[in-house]
């Protein structure tokens, strides 16, 4: 196609221009509606949270927050979100790896059990690890004989947290790396490459934005759980305490301001999270505009 952009450019804009029938009142009617929900169930109650921490001061704001119980609780916070993430990393990469790269007997049946956190509520997986490493449980004898205490105890807040962040980045690296294919990974290999030198230079790269997004939801679930570490934990004070955790108990004692304060803290880390979020989202858009238009260019030359 000499003189001119290849045919295909014409039909990718037009797939891309929106196609909209509605007259204009009605496309703001439902952006006006959905400002309204926005406001009365997302920036509102954001506003009166950190507007009820701050409502004595900073000096108290910070006096609750800096407390040994409370900062007990953010460091047992980031200390499960520091374990959880990483091992939620390898597990996975090692998941989708196997799942898009490869074909095996029990493939749909691990998809499933991927899956089973999703369906299952967070207290009774809470009551799964009771179950199992409980002092009445299946393993609490052995355990108890061992001296080892998972249950009330750390190790069971980190069970519990892994479980039930255990899909995040797996589910986002699962189609993203089905649909990528197997041909790079094969021409790398046929040319000389290890398997590990294979996944850092011609498998991580391709999907380094879908793993940084499942790390970032992963995260933010780690630090935002509370119904199945609320089973476990055993709720004691400056001990086994995360941060939601800490919150339930200021509220139930009418503290309110220094409750307030740390879940003004977890407001804040969310927000950090979805702004994390929104320029990963961008990045990777950007990134996927940009090598269209090379493949435009190239069919074009």
Not at 75 to 92: H, K, S, W, Y
């Amino acid at each position: 196609m000499a003189g001119g952009l290849p045919s295909g450019t014409s039909a990718t804009r037009e797939a891309r221009s929106p196609v909209t029938t509605e007259p204009g009142f009605v496309r703001r009617l439902l952006i006006a509606l959905a400002l309204l929900f926005l406001s009365l169930f997302l920036f509102l109650p954001i506003v009166a949270v950190f507007a009820q921490a701050l409502e004595k001061g900073l000096e108290v704001y910070f006096a609750s927050i800096t407390e040994p119980t409370a900062w007990a609780a953010i460091q047992l916070t980031i200390l499960t979100t520091a374990i959880v993430v990483p091992v939620n990393i390898a597990f996975g990469l090692a998941a989708a790896w196997a799942i898009a790269k490869f074909e095996f007997k029990g493939k749909n049946i691990l998809i499933t059990v991927i899956d089973l956190p999703f369906t299952v509520s967070p207290v009774i997986s809470g009551l799964i690890f009771v179950l199992l490493f409980g002092l009445h449980g299946w393993f609490g004898e052995w355990l108890s004989d061992m001296n080892i205490q998972i249950i009330f105890a750390v190790p069971g807040i980190i069970l519990a947290t892994l479980f039930v962040t255990l899909p995040f980045v797996a589910r986002e690296l699962i189609p993203l790396m089905q649909s990528q294919g197997t041909e790079e990974e094969e021409t790398a290999l046929v040319l000389g490459a290890s398997g590990w030198k294979t996944f850092w230079l011609v498998t991580l790269p391709n999907i380094k934005w879908g793993l940084l997004y499942g790390v970032i939801l992963c995260s933010a679930r780690a630090m935002g759980e509370f119904g199945a570490v609320s089973v476990v934990s055993g709720h004691i004070r400056g001990l086994t305490n995360t941060m939601t955790l800490h919150v339930e108990i200021l509220y139930n004692e009418y503290n309110f301001t220094a409750a307030f304060a740390v879940a003004s803290l977890l407001t804040f880390l969310a927000l950090i999270t979805l702004a994390v979020k929104s320029l990963v989202e961008w990045r990777s858009r950007r990134q996927a505009t940009l090598e269209e238009q090379d493949a435009v260019e190239g069919d074009w030359q």
